[in-house]
């Protein structure tokens, strides 16, 4: 079955052959000549052309290694406010500022003696010189604030007061002073100072407070200090009595007369009669 199938594809490929025109038979072929045979069979090297290319150089992008992000956290810091008393025009103003918490006598006391902004209006001054403050010790709801002698002295007398009102005012400040602390002593040199109070205007060694100087702040009125010299004035009323001298009227009385007679308004004078003069006696 097989020789069958495949005689019958070889007739089918003769027929192809025959019906695309490819020649066929003996005469069909013709002998190639020794010579042209020779010159096919010729394997000399033809020269050829070689053209070097220069090497391609492929850049690879660089390789970027992911690391993970640092997060640095700042901690927010905490600030308290404060009121830090200076002097306008003699009388005592705050001055609101920050200070990091807690509040402390060391920063209470480095403020004040920095003293006020230069550009603050009004201009603001202050009788704290830095040193005044040497020490301060606390003992309960009190406080004891050591001075500098030498410097205190030579704050001017009528300016005193200011200073220890700047101290006490802020340090024991509602808002921003020292908590747990609402009295102040004062010593020198470690020795009791006499301060005075404010309000009463006397010298006390006792502590002091907030409120013994709250007549020195600029919104609030000057308290008059009653002092112990009695002044007596004395009021002269002087009367002065003005006499005017009226010259006296002298009325004239008409003369009397008779009920039948006329009163007449006006008087009239009647010259006396004259005798016409007589001649003297002749003698006969």
């Known amino acids: 079955m097989r020789r069958a199938i495949s005689s019958v594809w070889l007739c089918a490929a003769a027929a192809a052959v025959a019906a695309c025109g490819v020649p066929t038979g003996a005469?069909?072929?013709?002998?190639?000549?020794?010579d042209e045979i020779g010159r096919l069979a010729d394997t000399s090297t033809v020269p050829t052309t070689s053209t070097t290319l220069p090497p391609t150089t492929t850049i690879e992008p660089p390789v970027t290694?992911?690391?993970?992000?640092?997060?640095?956290?700042?901690?927010?810091?905490?600030?308290?406010?404060?009121?830090?008393?200076?002097?306008?025009r003699g009388r005592l103003t705050p001055l609101p500022q920050n200070v990091t918490a807690p509040v402390t006598e060391r920063k209470l006391r480095t403020l004040l003696?920095?003293?006020?902004?230069?550009d603050t209006?009004?201009?603001?001054?202050?009788?704290?010189?830095?040193?005044?403050?040497?020490?301060?010790?606390?003992a309960g709801g009190v406080i004891t604030i050591d001075l500098?002698?030498?410097?205190?002295?030579?704050?001017?007398?009528?300016?005193?007061?200011?200073?220890i009102a700047q101290i006490v005012l802020t340090y024991l400040d509602d808002l921003g002073g020292l908590r747990g602390v609402g009295q102040m002593r004062?010593?020198?040199?470690?020795?009791?100072?006499?301060?005075?109070?404010?309000?009463?205007?006397?010298?006390?060694?006792?502590?002091?407070?907030?409120?013994?100087y709250v007549s020195l702040l600029a919104d609030q009125p000057a308290v008059v200090v009653d002092t112990t010299t009695t002044t007596t004035?004395?009021?002269?009323?002087?009367?002065?009595?003005?006499?005017?001298?009226?010259?006296?009227?002298?009325?004239?009385?008409?003369?009397?007369?008779?009920?039948?007679?006329?009163?007449?308004?006006?008087?009239?004078t009647t010259p006396p009669a004259t005798s016409p003069p007589t001649d003297p006696p002749t003698d006969g």
């Open 233 to 268: 004035t004395t009021t002269t009323t002087t009367t002065t009595t003005t006499t005017t001298t009226v010259p006296p009227t002298t009325t004239t009385e008409p003369p009397p007369t008779d009920d039948a007679e006329l009163v007449s308004s006006t008087s009239t």
């Open 186 to 212: 004062f010593t020198a040199d470690g020795e009791p100072l006499a301060v005075r109070r404010a309000d009463s205007g006397l010298l006390t060694n006792e502590a002091v407070s907030f409120d013994d």
């Open 65 to 88: 290694e992911s690391s993970p992000q640092s997060t640095t956290t700042v901690a927010a810091i905490a600030e308290e406010p404060v009121n830090i008393y200076f002097l306008l």
């Open 121 to 138: 209006t009004p201009r603001l001054t202050s009788e704290i010189e830095r040193g005044l403050i040497i020490g301060a010790t606390q």
């Open 27 to 34: 005469d069909s072929f013709e002998p190639i000549a020794d």
């Open 148 to 163: 500098d002698a030498a410097i205190f002295d030579r704050i001017p007398t009528f300016r005193e007061d200011e200073a």
């Open 113 to 118: 003696e920095d003293g006020p902004p230069i």
